[in-house]
């Protein structure tokens, strides 16, 4: 029973345009959610985060939106440029002060072209 | 501070040996967390600890796997004995809690080979 989902395995985008990745969870007690990225041989890296509180996190080139009701997040990245190309990770945890312990979907593989 | 520091970052070992991996969470964090991933099952939690002492270890697969956390820089997880199916990269994790941010920083990981 897979709790968070990303459906997409992978996503090639044009460098410059957006990139739109998704993720599912089917937790209602999740109330923190966070977007890993992850390179070839090494350990993933925390991008972005938001509360089920918000609907909507931005940081720079990368915002995060937030659907409660439909159990959904997607993270956009504004352009895209070849540098974002790695793995991207979703992930839930139930209590934001335990922010490690999480729960992950299966990565959404992102390739951005020059 | 350097992150979080796991060793070594490959091991081959034979099967029915035991097998350490060694992890040094960042300087401060009271989280500490055990990780693996696998291509059927992906990245998934193994156990945690807070303040040194395990609180979950429901997502230890067997008895075989045992993990210790002696003092706030080290923790250390065991495969004794060791199985090929054991064969994934694991990842120790660490992270403060209260503030603004809890997020949980990775090592780079540690690549098991059992053959």
């Known amino acids: 029973d897979q709790q968070v989902k990303q459906n997409s395995p992978s996503l090639s985008v044009q460098e410059g345009r957006i990139s739109i990745l998704n993720c599912d969870y089917t937790?209602?007690?999740?109330?923190?959610f966070l977007w890993y990225k992850k390179y070839p041989a090494e350990g993933p890296t925390f991008l972005i985060s938001?509360?089920?509180?918000?609907d909507k996190n931005e940081d720079g080139r990368f915002t995060v939106f937030l659907n409660k009701s439909a159990k959904h997040l997607s993270l956009h990245i504004v352009p895209s440029q070849p540098g974002d190309s790695a793995v991207y990770f979703c992930?839930?945890?139930?209590?934001?002060?335990?922010?490690?312990?999480?729960?992950f979907g299966q990565g959404t593989e992102l390739s951005v072209k020059p | 501070d350097a992150g979080v520091i796991q060793s070594p970052r490959h091991e081959v070992t034979e099967m029915g040996q035991e097998v350490t991996l060694r992890c040094k969470p960042i300087?401060?964090?009271?989280?500490l967390f055990w990780y693996r991933q696998t291509m059927m099952r992906g990245l998934e939690l193994l156990i945690y600890?807070?303040?040194?002492?395990?609180?979950?270890d429901s997502g230890m697969p067997e008895d075989r796997f045992s993990a210790k956390m002696p003092n706030a820089s080290f923790s250390t997880l065991k495969i004794q004995p060791s199985e090929p199916r054991d064969s994934a990269v694991y990842f120790c994790?660490?992270?403060?809690?209260?503030?603004?941010?809890?997020?949980?920083?990775f090592g780079q990981g540690t690549r098991l080979t059992v053959v």
């Open positions: 994790a660490s992270s403060s809690t209260g503030g603004l941010n809890t997020e949980a920083f």
């Open positions: 937790n209602s007690m999740f109330d923190y």
């Open positions: 938001i509360s089920s509180i918000k």
């Open positions: 992930a839930a945890s139930e209590d934001y002060n335990q922010g490690g312990k999480l729960i």
């Open positions: 300087s401060g964090h009271d989280y």
């Open positions: 600890f807070n303040n040194n002492v395990p609180i979950d």
